[in-house]
């Protein structure tokens, strides 16, 4: 099984300062990484497909990188809607994993 | 509008079973791999199940702390999709979402939950 770990655990930010959110790999997944966007009391949303890829809808503040084992996820300048907890996950092996998510919370 | 409902969560006692339901509309349902993924209280993300399409050959694979426990199905007629549970042990408590497939792998659109207590 793939083993994702991201870090932070929870990244404190004031409203339009940039965020670095990371996900590292067990082993690597190519550029099949994805990452989900969570808020309590709501299902989570898919943001980044494919390491880099913005799915339907996402603004262009969000943006993702990386391939093998370190991929970044971005936020350029969060908004209040953005603050909420992220989940990498890749499809390169079954099972399907995630990592154990990063919160982003405003400071 | 691709649209997924849950339903048929509850409370059930250690070694009971229980059968959620996803409908599922605004979509060739036939045509799309479908998932369950779980978030127990307080914890990350867990996809426990999927099927493939029949053109795909219908297969399903399992997470393994629920594999021999739990089966995913699909009624392609009603366009809905079904997971089985059974021996439900504590640790199973979370919200259930049915998920659309994306890109074989991804998770796309989601259900609302449907959450399952598993206790005495």
């Known amino acids: 099984e793939i083993v994702l770990t991201q870090s932070p655990a929870t990244l404190s930010l004031s409203p339009g300062e940039r965020a670095t959110l990371s996900c590292r790999a067990s082993?690597?997944?190519?550029?099949?990484l994805a990452w989900y966007q969570k808020k309590p009391g709501q299902a989570p949303r898919l943001v980044i497909y494919?390491?880099?890829n913005r799915a339907t809808g996402i603004p262009a503040r969000f943006s993702g990188s990386g391939s093998g084992t370190d991929f970044t996820l971005t936020i350029s300048s969060p908004e209040p809607e953005d603050f909420a907890v992220y989940y990498c996950q890749q499809r390169s092996n079954w099972p399907l994993t995630f990592g154990g998510g990063t919160k982003v919370e405003i400071k | 509008e691709v649209q997924l409902v849950e339903s048929g969560g509850g409370l059930v006692k250690p070694g009971g079973s229980l059968r959620l339901s996803c409908a599922a509309s605004g979509f060739t349902f036939s045509n799309v791999w479908m998932n369950w993924v779980r978030q127990a209280p307080g914890k990350g993300l867990e996809c426990v199940g999927r099927i493939k399409t029949k053109t795909d050959g219908g297969t399903t694979d399992y997470a393994a702390p629920v594999k021999d426990r739990f089966t995913v199905s699909r009624d392609d007629s009603r366009n809905t999709f079904y997971l089985q549970m059974s021996s439900l042990k504590t640790e199973d408590t979370a919200v259930y979402y049915c998920?659309?497939?994306?890109?074989?792998?991804?998770?796309?659109?989601w259900g609302q939950g449907s959450l399952v207590t598993v206790s005495s």
């Open positions: 082993q690597s997944v190519n550029t099949y």
């Open positions: 494919d390491a880099s």
């Open positions: 998920t659309t497939d994306f890109h074989r792998g991804y998770f796309g659109s």
